[in-house]
């Protein structure tokens, strides 16, 4: 079993900077570990991934300007956001999963409980 817990969102104005952390329990070195996020009234959305040997894939949307990164001994997996826009405005969730296709989230079997985060302008 895998618990994932979320820390480091937060109110931020635009154009500024936070770092989300994920801590995982359980096996999770061999997995992929993704964030998405859920803005109210839409769909949730895949923001970043990176797979166990370091691959990192992102949305177009946040290419540049975050960056997802992982510590297999310490079993966490960050999101440095840079440059953040109001509608990088979400809930942002951590997730962790073995299935092939990173931005999916049917490919993610554990899921954090996320965290907010808000970007003023």
């Known amino acids: 079993q895998v618990q994932l817990v979320e820390s480091g969102g937060g109110l931020v104005q635009a154009g500024g900077s936070l770092r989300l952390s994920c801590a995982a329990s359980g096996r999770t070195f061999s997995n992929v570990m993704g964030w998405f996020r859920q803005a109210p009234g839409k769909e949730r959305e895949f923001v970043a991934a990176?797979?166990?040997?370091?691959?990192?894939y992102y949305v177009d949307s946040v290419k540049g300007r975050f960056t997802i990164s992982r510590d297999n001994a310490k079993n966490t997996v960050n999101l440095e956001m840079n440059s953040l826009k109001p509608e990088d405005t979400a809930v942002y969730y951590c997730?962790?999963?073995?299935?092939?296709?990173?931005?999916?989230?049917?490919?993610?079997?554990?899921w954090g409980q996320g965290t907010q985060v808000t970007v003023s302008s």
């Open positions: 990176i797979s166990w040997s370091g691959g990192t």
């Open positions: 997730a962790s999963g073995r299935g092939i296709y990173y931005s999916d989230p049917a490919s993610y079997n554990y």
